[in-house]
């Protein structure tokens, strides 16, 4: 559903007040009470609940009340996204600031030499602005309270020394916006939204109703003011106004905003059958309103009621475009809303909604076609696994009934299985991942715990319903990757655990996934059945061809190879936005074709287009895959082939044809991980660099080697090394260093040994096919030799067997 559509079915949304929760009906709140008086770990969940919550019951209810703040200082997604501290001058890029509302209010800590800034006080600075509404005004503000409190000495050179008035403390050209970054990452998720959430869940397992109460007190004062802000004209990303064209939102940007939309949405509905009948509530927000001068005087609970229906609820519906967020979460917040308004009455309305964010959810081979595999791509796998839940818990029909429709639900959890590699890699194809760092948990789902104040939630409840539609034991195999936990609203906990026990015992604890090809996501992946833990793949697309075209990378035909432990051909990850934004050199570079193990053509970036595999092969010794796009560079062909050939149950080597016609340059790029890189055959000269706006350096060339040159790695740390053989025609062969960070927030850069092998002609279209081995080994290779006769490769190994193999027209077959 588009913005568009979205705001219009918002303008349906009818007044009508609402008259019990939706999400936690009472029967509801019993079954979890029962479940805590019955299982230790129901008890050990609602004490964890409870604790959590603890330090905002101790506040008083004017403390709650005053927490809430208003929309007249520039909030900053950022203290300085490319900054350092200005005490000990060491770089504290994106999100290395420590925010500790509790120890530190106000308050923003620098981790290397513990400086905490603002040095005023701007509790009090703050508190000096209130205007009639209890709201900060900065020109009512006493501007005399802006000082060091270190160095109260207007004399003193340190007086003004770090402090911030609500805009940031200025200091030449540089600017640290302690306070901006305090309101979003301390003052209101800690102690405004995280405080809500701890309460409102405190009640839905105790029924206690002080919690209820206190919950209700932080929501009204929000929805005062909910309206009033605006990110798009009130915030900054990277230290931009309405960066990325707009960046709208309230409290927070629009991508975070959807998720305190449905926080307080979820908030209201908890707490809700307990408030409607709390006078003392009632009585506490209209003594507010009349000493602030409110406009809403809250005199009954229908006044209150209206305030965050309004305020928050229908102010959301009436401006999508304020949560717009990654799919599905500004549809599924509408749809969230729209059943905590009027549930079950608007049953028929939310009902199409669901249906189509689970069609969109699952549509590019179970997933919603967002890039990123092990990042962006898991969050709608992981959201519809909270969101069908919750709906799950008051309709048991839900779930079948959406398998039933939209059938590539059931491979939503299997593609990130079969494709984590030895259960230890994913290819981080996208915006996803850090170069050479291992992925040891199922990404689809977070199983490790529950999400116990966004409501509580349990993935493994939802696995186990996923099995009970479909039969499929792979849901249960899921569940047994962590401990589980359970819903505590479950109405037969012992009943989930018990049964995913008995699909173990007779599936197994993990199958044993073979090679598999997902043709709309353009990801193939060929592993051996004697050793499935190793693996190679090559993702054949760049600009996706589906719906949601982004966190992708320019990396058509890009491949990776995972074997002994060790991932040999890592992706350099997410973009490097840490040193400024995600349109400075380092951010481009990830993303650039250049710095993936794939041909750039005139050393341009990939346009995109249509990709498809055209050979598959799985056979018990020999498997093949073929992937072609030629409108990656709008030229004749763009096409390569992979085959994995085993050498004996755990050794294996990849022969790789990559055929290329346009343009004048071609240049194939392949790196490893952190190793150490021996140049073959090669006599290295010092050339000039690729340029291009590539980060590379120290080029050396030999400019006419002969076919059969190569490069060894050896894997720092370990004695694997890689071996890459070339047997290109009249290629140039260079070896460079390209550039990479530890993760995307560390300012820690690497240099990693790259091999570079090149044709160019003076006119086009230029017409290449670039052959190459790549033999993974463990001290010794087993590859005696290689040779190529025109268009066909005779490996010999060292045990002295020989394999023939066909590399004519593109295609790799083993010959008798």
Same mark, same amino acid.
């Given at each position: 559903?588009?913005?568009?559509?979205l705001?219009?079915?918002?303008? /349906?949304?009818?007044?009508?007040?609402?008259?019990?929760?939706?999400?936690?009906?009472?029967?509801?709140?019993?079954?979890?009470?029962?479940?805590?008086?019955?299982?230790?770990?129901?008890k050990?969940?609602?004490?964890?609940?409870?604790?959590?919550a603890?330090?905002? *019951?101790k506040?008083?209810?004017?403390?709650?009340?005053?927490?809430?703040?208003?929309?007249?200082?520039?909030?900053?997604?950022?203290?300085?996204s %490319?900054?350092?501290?200005? %005490?000990?001058?060491?770089?504290?890029?994106?999100?290395?600031?420590?925010?500790?509302?509790?120890?530190?209010?106000?308050?923003?800590r620098?981790?290397?030499?513990?400086?905490?800034?603002?040095?005023?006080?701007?509790?009090?600075?703050?508190?000096?602005?209130?205007?009639?509404?209890?709201?900060?005004?900065?020109?009512?503000?006493?501007?005399?309270?802006?000082?060091?409190?270190?160095?109260?000495?207007?004399?003193?050179?340190l &007086?003004?020394?770090?402090?911030?008035?609500?805009?940031?403390?200025?200091?030449?050209?540089?600017?640290?916006?302690?306070?901006g970054?305090?309101?979003?990452?301390?003052?209101?998720?800690? /102690?405004i939204?995280?405080?809500?959430?701890?309460?409102?869940?405190?009640?839905?397992?105790?029924?206690?109703?002080?919690?209820?109460?206190?919950a209700? =007190?932080?929501?009204?004062?929000?929805?005062?003011?909910f309206?009033?802000?605006?990110?798009?004209?009130?915030?900054?990303?990277?230290?931009?106004a309405?960066?990325? +064209?707009?960046?709208?939102?309230?409290?927070?940007?629009?991508?975070?905003?959807?998720?305190?939309?449905?926080?307080?949405?979820?908030?209201y509905?908890?707490?809700?059958?307990?408030?409607?009948?709390?006078r003392?509530? !009632?009585?506490?927000?209209?003594?507010?309103?009349?000493?602030?001068?409110?406009?809403?005087?809250?005199?009954?609970?229908? #006044?209150?009621?209206?305030?965050?229906?309004?305020?928050?609820?229908?102010?959301?519906?009436?401006?999508?475009?304020?949560?717009?967020?990654?799919?599905p979460?500004?549809e599924?917040?509408?749809a969230? =809303?729209?059943?905590?308004?009027?549930?079950?009455d608007?049953?028929?309305?939310?009902?199409?909604?669901?249906?189509?964010?689970? %069609?969109?959810?699952?549509?590019? #081979?179970?997933?919603?076609?967002?890039?990123?595999?092990?990042?962006?791509?898991?969050?709608?796998?992981?959201?519809?696994?909270?969101?069908?839940e919750?709906?799950?818990?008051?309709?048991?029909?839900?779930?079948?009934?959406?398998?039933?429709?939209?059938?590539?639900?059931?491979?939503?959890?299997?593609?990130?299985?079969? !494709?984590?590699?030895?259960?230890?890699?994913?290819?981080?194809?996208?915006?996803?991942?850090?170069?050479?760092?291992?992925?040891?948990?199922?990404?689809?789902?977070? /199983?490790?715990?529950?999400?116990?104040?966004?409501p509580?939630?349990?993935?493994?409840?939802? /696995?186990?319903?996923?099995?009970?539609?479909?039969?499929?034991?792979?849901?249960?195999?899921?569940?047994?990757?962590a401990?589980?936990? &359970?819903?505590? @609203? #479950?109405?037969?906990?012992?009943?989930?655990?018990e049964g995913?026990?008995?699909?173990?015992?007779?599936?197994?604890?993990?199958?044993? @996934?073979?090679?598999?090809?997902?043709?709309?996501?353009?990801?193939?992946?060929?592993?051996?059945?004697?050793?499935?833990?190793?693996?190679?793949?090559?993702?054949?697309?760049?600009?996706?061809?589906?719906?949601?075209?982004? &966190?992708?990378?320019?990396?058509?035909?890009?491949? +990776?190879?995972?074997?002994? +432990?060790?991932?040999?051909?890592?992706?350099?990850?997410?973009?490097?936005?840490?040193? +400024?934004?995600?349109?400075?050199?380092?951010?481009?570079?990830?993303?650039?074709? %250049?710095?993936h193990?794939?041909?750039v053509?005139?050393?341009?970036?990939?346009s995109?287009?249509?990709?498809?595999?055209?050979?598959?092969?799985?056979?018990?010794? @020999?498997?093949?895959?073929?992937?072609?796009?030629?409108?990656?560079?709008?030229?004749?062909?763009?096409?390569?082939?992979l085959?994995?050939?085993?050498?004996?149950?755990s050794d294996?080597?990849?022969v790789?044809?990559?055929?290329?016609?346009?343009?004048?340059?071609?240049?194939?790029?392949?790196?490893?991980?952190?190793?150490?890189a021996?140049? $073959?055959?090669?006599?290295?000269?010092?050339?000039?660099?690729?340029a291009?706006?590539?980060?590379?350096?120290?080029?050396?060339?030999?400019?006419?080697?002969?076919?059969?040159w190569?490069?060894?790695?050896?894997?720092?740390?370990?004695?694997?090394h890689?071996?890459?053989t070339d047997?290109?025609?009249?290629?140039?062969?260079?070896?460079l260093?390209?550039?990479?960070?530890?993760?995307?927030?560390?300012v820690?850069?690497?240099?990693?040994?790259?091999v570079?092998?090149?044709?160019?002609?003076?006119?086009?279209?230029?017409?290449?096919?670039f052959?190459?081995?790549?033999?993974?080994?463990?001290?010794?290779?087993? $590859?005696?030799? $290689?040779?190529?006769?025109?268009?066909?490769? !005779?490996?010999t190994l060292?045990?002295? *067997?020989?394999?023939?193999l066909?590399?004519?027209?593109?295609?790799?077959?083993?010959?008798?």
């Amino acid at each position: 559903m588009t913005i568009l559509a979205l705001a219009l079915a918002a303008q /349906l949304c009818a007044a009508a007040p609402k008259e019990s929760s939706s999400f936690f009906p009472k029967p509801l709140i019993a079954r979890a009470q029962a479940n805590v008086a019955k299982y230790p770990w129901a008890k050990q969940q609602r004490d964890r609940i409870v604790a959590a919550a603890e330090p905002y *019951r101790k506040m008083t209810d004017d403390q709650l009340w005053d927490l809430v703040f208003g929309p007249h200082i520039t909030r900053s997604h950022m203290v300085w996204s %490319a900054g350092f501290c200005p %005490a000990c001058r060491k770089p504290m890029p994106m999100y290395d600031w420590k925010i500790d509302a509790f120890a530190d209010p106000w308050k923003a800590r620098c981790p290397h030499c513990n400086q905490k800034f603002p040095t005023n006080d701007f509790e009090k600075y703050h508190r000096s602005g209130y205007d009639e509404h209890g709201i900060f005004d900065p020109n009512r503000a006493d501007r005399k309270l802006l000082f060091n409190v270190a160095h109260p000495n207007p004399s003193d050179p340190l &007086h003004k020394f770090g402090v911030d008035d609500g805009e940031g403390y200025v200091e030449g050209n540089n600017r640290w916006r302690f306070i901006g970054a305090y309101l979003l990452y301390g003052h209101y998720t800690q /102690l405004i939204e995280r405080g809500l959430a701890s309460l409102a869940a405190a009640y839905t397992v105790t029924g206690d109703a002080v919690y209820a109460r206190k919950a209700g =007190i932080l929501l009204d004062r929000i929805a005062d003011v909910f309206p009033t802000f605006d990110y798009a004209e009130q915030g900054l990303v990277y230290e931009r106004a309405k960066y990325g +064209g707009g960046v709208a939102g309230y409290f927070w940007y629009a991508i975070t905003s959807a998720h305190t939309a449905r926080t307080l949405a979820i908030a209201y509905d908890q707490i809700f059958d307990h408030i409607r009948g709390d006078r003392e509530l !009632t009585r506490f927000l209209a003594a507010k309103a009349a000493r602030y001068r409110l406009d809403n005087r809250k005199a009954t609970f229908a #006044d209150v009621q209206r305030n965050i229906e309004d305020g928050i609820l229908r102010d959301v519906l009436a401006k999508p475009l304020k949560i717009r967020t990654n799919y599905p979460g500004t549809e599924s917040t509408v749809a969230i =809303i729209r059943t905590v308004l009027d549930w079950p009455d608007a049953r028929n309305e939310v009902m199409p909604m669901l249906h189509g964010i689970v %069609a969109s959810s699952t549509a590019v #081979d179970g997933l919603s076609g967002e890039k990123g595999l092990a990042g962006y791509s898991v969050i709608a796998p992981r959201f519809l696994g909270w969101f069908l839940e919750l709906y799950g818990r008051i309709d048991p029909r839900l779930i079948p009934e959406m398998i039933a429709a939209h059938p590539a639900l059931r491979n939503t959890y299997r593609f990130h299985a079969e !494709t984590w590699i030895g259960r230890q890699y994913y290819p981080n194809i996208g915006d996803s991942g850090a170069f050479a760092t291992r992925n040891t948990t199922y990404a689809a789902l977070q /199983l490790a715990g529950q999400q116990e104040i966004d409501p509580p939630t349990s993935p493994h409840s939802y /696995l186990w319903r996923l099995h009970k539609a479909t039969n499929d034991p792979l849901f249960a195999q899921i569940m047994n990757l962590a401990p589980m936990t &359970h819903d505590i @609203f #479950d109405a037969d906990p012992a009943g989930v655990e018990e049964g995913m026990r008995a699909v173990i015992a007779k599936a197994g604890e993990w199958p044993k @996934f073979g090679s598999v090809n997902y043709k709309d996501w353009k990801l193939a992946i060929l592993r051996s059945p004697r050793n499935p833990d190793a693996a190679v793949w090559i993702d054949y697309d760049s600009v996706p061809e589906c719906k949601l075209k982004s &966190h992708y990378h320019f990396d058509a035909m890009n491949v +990776g190879l995972v074997a002994k +432990g060790l991932d040999l051909m890592p992706e350099f990850g997410y973009p490097a936005v840490q040193f +400024g934004d995600w349109h400075t050199p380092q951010a481009l570079w990830h993303k650039a074709t %250049a710095a993936h193990n794939t041909v750039v053509v005139d050393g341009k970036n990939q346009s995109g287009g249509p990709s498809e595999a055209t050979l598959w092969e799985d056979g018990p010794d @020999f498997r093949a895959v073929r992937a072609s796009s030629a409108s990656q560079y709008r030229g004749e062909r763009y096409e390569r082939t992979l085959a994995m050939i085993d050498i004996d149950d755990s050794d294996f080597y990849v022969v790789d044809v990559f055929r290329v016609k346009g343009g004048t340059d071609h240049a194939k790029f392949t790196h490893s991980a952190f190793a150490q890189a021996t140049a $073959i055959g090669l006599s290295l000269q010092p050339g000039p660099d690729y340029a291009f706006d590539t980060l590379t350096r120290n080029l050396r060339r030999d400019a006419a080697p002969s076919p059969g040159w190569g490069v060894d790695w050896k894997i720092d740390g370990s004695n694997v090394h890689l071996r890459y053989t070339d047997l290109t025609e009249q290629a140039e062969a260079s070896l460079l260093e390209t550039w990479t960070v530890k993760n995307a927030t560390s300012v820690e850069q690497f240099w990693i040994p790259t091999v570079m092998t090149r044709r160019q002609s003076k006119e086009a279209p230029l017409e290449s096919e670039f052959v190459s081995v790549m033999e993974p080994y463990q001290s010794t290779p087993h $590859i005696r030799s $290689i040779q190529r006769n025109a268009a066909t490769l !005779t490996i010999t190994l060292t045990d002295g *067997r020989r394999h023939s193999l066909s590399i004519l027209g593109g295609s790799i077959w083993k010959l008798p």
